[in-house]
């Protein structure tokens, strides 16, 4: 079968050869572009006549079955980020055809056909995406990182139900009130075939006719079953990209598995300010190891580790420009900067490491580490070292990997990670002092990530600014004056999986508390649980035994956390309306 299908792939290539589709946009003054097009496009001949992009292979067994793995979904992004070629090239119809089918073997294999399919066409092949977010999220580890994974042999597409939504009359964003009779239905499967009029998975605001425009919801994707106790850093790292793709394409990831997933890397970091394949002491490798993976920093760690906190702190609302913790990354990366070799290793995944750095100078959004500029050093060597196939690498440890390096080569000549983009600043009253209000948007231009986290909500900053409220539609919020108390946020359950919560990173320090004063509707009560970095820390019950004329002050002391920035989540659980008065700081 392998041979059949690289015999099909070469005799495509044969009859549709890799024509520009555009005219790539110059990288860098410092770089000779036509010599980096020329080199793509021989890299991209090689691994589409190889027929490697079809193999399948067991690899790593430590806390789950041997991962089943392959390199198509490599390839694949690999190619579409080359900018030679389209979704409808009839060179790609075999892979993409490939990548829908395979088993979902490994972490690795989800997080990059997430990435390849959300590249390709992240509308049309949403399902499949919602399945590598599912088996992301069903296979991250109790600490916060990931295993190899579970292969998902039996591929049964994911179902979910949809929060139901309350229309108004004069909700435009709704089509006016107008039941969408080709919404999904609580406990359908939004994989089934749908009328071909259907709108279900949409992740664009469309045109419902004049001055009407209709947004359907995010898909949610919530962990099903726990992980095994610990993974690496590197299938971590790479999770972390498929869980952005993920969210680009218009899929609601389980927040507690960013929270895990962000709380691990803070807590891995070593005290230099880079990351090991694993966290200190702990499995995986000690120290000294020039030729393999250990625990002290180095350099394919440390960039994956630094780009995937940006990713996280991006959609969890934190700014990462100013994350101590993403600084101290940058800072090691400047401070040992290499483009010739893995830092801290000697003939050790170098190019695996390369693309991380690409990774890590998008995603900061810097061209810079340290005095070094990253792209044209390391786009220069890439040119120097291409062998007259087209190809990169196979010389250090892992020489069969041929093809996978060459991949890593072109993914960092293209800058082939898509930047994120900058946070809106949220009016505070003062112009001076906007607050970064996270990640406005997931899709580009007026987007699809409709979070009311992750976009500005006027009510929410009034109460408690710099805060995200997360969990909570549009539908069930609204500002009311009660008690003696104006512009108050009224915040309504919309599910038992989906409980209003207020989110914020704070720098803690001695002396610093949170305090809040909520308040219940008359005869209802609610619970409010305070957690910090996930952990449980209060729980206050509000009704009319605990509160005073209706409102209750709560303080939580961070004093205890002195030096640390912490998540700080305040959730409105087991109970009817809850009102929120006031949230500080």
């Known amino acids: 079968m392998k041979l059949r299908l690289a015999l099909l792939l070469s005799t495509l290539v ?11 946009v110059p990288a860098h003054a410092k770089v000779d572009q036509q010599k980096v097009d020329e080199a793509i496009q021989k890299g991209c001949k090689f691994l589409l006549t190889t027929g490697n992009a079809f193999a399948t292979f067991n690899h790593g067994m430590r806390n789950q079955p041997a991962a089943v793995q392959a ?10 980020h080359s900018g030679y070629y389209t979704e409808d090239d009839p060179a790609l119809q075999p892979l993409i055809k490939h990548v829908n089918e395979k088993i979902i073997g490994s972490t690795y294999t989800a997080a990059l056909m997430a990435m390849a399919l959300t590249k390709l066409n992240a509308k049309k092949y949403q399902a499949r995406i919602v399945q590598c977010g599912q088996f992301l ?12 994974g ?4 039996d591929q049964k597409p994911v179902t979910y139900d949809m929060p139901k939504r309350q229309k108004k009359a004069d909700d435009v964003a709704t089509g006016a009130g107008a039941a969408n009779p080709n919404d999904p239905k609580p406990g359908e499967n939004p994989n089934d075939p749908k009328p071909a009029a259907s709108t279900a998975g949409k992740t664009e605001v469309e045109k419902k006719g004049p001055g009407k425009t209709r947004t359907e919801p995010r898909i949610p994707v919530r962990k099903r079953k726990p992980g095994p106790p610990n993974g690496d850093n590197s299938n971590s790292q790479y999770a972390a990209l498929g869980i952005r793709a993920c969210l680009d394409a218009n899929i609601d990831v389980d927040p507690s598995v960013l929270q895990r997933a962000r709380q691990w890397w803070l807590k891995s970091q070593n005290s230099d300010g880079g990351w090991g ?33 940006c990713i996280y702190d991006y959609f969890m609302g934190i700014a990462y420009k100013t994350d101590n913790n993403v600084l101290k990354g940058v800072d090691w990366l400047g401070k040992n900067f290499d483009v010739t070799k893995n830092p801290k290793k000697v003939s050790f995944a170098y190019l695996y490491y390369l693309y991380g750095l690409e990774r890590a100078g998008m995603l900061f959004g810097t061209e810079k580490f340290g005095a070094n500029e990253w792209y044209p050093d390391g786009a220069n060597h890439l040119l120097s070292t291409q062998t007259p196939a087209g190809t990169w690498g196979g010389a250090d440890k892992f020489p069969a990997y041929v093809n996978v390096d060459t991949c890593f080569a072109i993914l960092f000549l293209r800058r082939g990670t898509p930047p994120l983009k900058p946070p809106v600043a949220v009016a505070t009253g003062d112009p001076h002092k906007p607050v970064p209000n996270g990640a406005p948007v997931a899709n580009g231009g007026g987007g699809g990530n409709r979070d009311p986290g992750l976009v500005g909500n006027k009510g929410v900053e009034a109460i408690a600014p710099g805060w995200r409220l997360m969990n909570c539609g549009p539908s ?39 305090r809040a004063t909520v308040g219940h509707l008359e005869s209802d009560s609610w619970t409010l649980v305070v957690k910090i970095d ?7 019950g509000v ?3 605990s509160s005073k004329a209706g409102w209750l002050d709560i303080a939580v002391d961070l004093s205890s956390y002195a030096g640390k920035s912490v998540l700080v989540e305040l959730i409105s659980v087991a109970g009817d309306a809850a009102l929120w008065s006031s949230v500080s700081p």
């Open 137 to 148: 999220c069903d296979n991250q580890c109790e600490n916060g990182q990931w295993d190899y």
């Open 277 to 309: 394949y694993n966290d200190k002491g702990d499995t995986g490798g000690g120290g000294g190891n020039e030729s393999g993976v250990s625990n002290d920093s180095y350099g394919s760690m440390t960039v994956g580790a630094t780009g995937a906190l």
């Open 150 to 153: 579970e292969p998902v042999i």
């Open 71 to 80: 390199y198509g979904e490599l390839v694949l992004l690999t190619l579409l």
């Open 14 to 24: 044969a009859a549709s050869p890799a024509l520009p589709q555009q005219n790539p």
């Open 543 to 545: 009704s009319d035994q």
């Open 476 to 514: 069930f919020q609204k500002t009311v004056s009660i008690r003696g108390k104006e512009n108050v946020l009224q915040t309504s359950e919309e599910g038992a999986t989906r409980q209003p919560l207020l989110r914020k990173t704070i720098d803690a320090a001695a002396g610093i508390s949170v």
């Open 534 to 540: 996930g952990q449980e820390v209060a729980k206050h």
